[in-house]
């Protein structure tokens, strides 16, 4: 049986929930039964999309002062944005491995800031990139679609990269994020995912309790393995 925790959350940004809805969008997942809200922050450069920055994130923390705010920083020098965004709530920092020169430097620089360190890999950075530097993160994200849309299909050949995480470090939590639904969360879990990120198939459900929770079944249902 697997040591970590597993955790359902909703992929949540402009590209696919209504910017004048956010805060209720948010609540209502929160309803639904997501454990943490996964919160993509896209500046146009790192990736071609654009959604928020900080200002929205303080505004929307009192509204739902209890959720976990993951924030998938997919943005160019992500050490910029450190101070701000855990001056906003953030409760943790993910930021791409791609877009930083310094790992160590940055992921302090979290930690100091009151945040847990996330390191998100793009489909095409090798998970031996990221080996080095699992001592200094709380959690290892994998990207199983191009960062930055939402809406594309699951690359399942990102699973050995969640596997070899799994076995060279048990009690890690991996995410992944990207084309994560009822059809595809089972070849994640059973990778050893057990952050479940899942986007368009929670959102656009007509039930997304129930999508959260048939992902939920089938994630610790892995995990109890």
């Known amino acids: 049986m697997s040591a970590v925790q597993g955790k359902v959350s909703p992929s949540t940004s402009f590209a696919n929930l209504d910017n004048r809805n956010l805060t209720k969008r948010c609540v209502d997942m929160l309803d639904s039964g997501a454990d943490?809200?996964?919160l993509d922050v896209m500046d146009g450069h790192f990736v071609p999309n654009l959604t928020f920055g900080h200002p929205v994130v303080k505004c929307l923390k009192p509204k739902v002062p209890k959720a976990?705010?993951?924030?998938?920083?997919m943005v160019a020098q992500p050490e910029k944005w450190v101070e701000e965004m855990a001056d906003s709530g953030a409760n943790q920092y993910t930021f791409h491995i791609e877009a930083t020169n310094d790992v160590p430097a940055l992921s302090r620089k979290i930690k100091e800031a009151g945040m847990k360190?996330?390191?998100g890999l793009k489909p095409a950075t090798a998970v031996e990139t990221v080996l080095p530097y699992v001592e200094h993160?709380?959690?290892?994200l994998i990207m199983t679609v191009e960062p930055g849309f939402g809406g594309q299909k699951f690359m399942e050949d990102m699973m050995p990269k969640v596997k070899l995480l799994r076995e060279k470090f048990?009690?890690?939590d991996i995410e992944v994020d990207g084309g994560i639904g009822l059809n595809t969360i089972e070849?994640?879990?059973?990778?050893?995912?057990?952050m479940i990120v899942s986007g368009s198939a929670v959102v656009k459900a007509d039930d997304p309790k129930a999508v959260i929770s048939q992902l939920r079944t089938t994630l610790l249902k892995s995990l109890q393995q």
Request: proline fraction near 4%.
């Open 187 to 194: 070849a994640a879990a059973q990778a050893g995912a057990n």
């Open 117 to 119: 360190v996330g390191i």
């Open 170 to 172: 048990p009690e890690l």
């Open 137 to 140: 993160a709380d959690m290892i």
């Open 36 to 38: 943490y809200l996964h």
């Open 68 to 73: 976990f705010f993951d924030m998938h920083m």
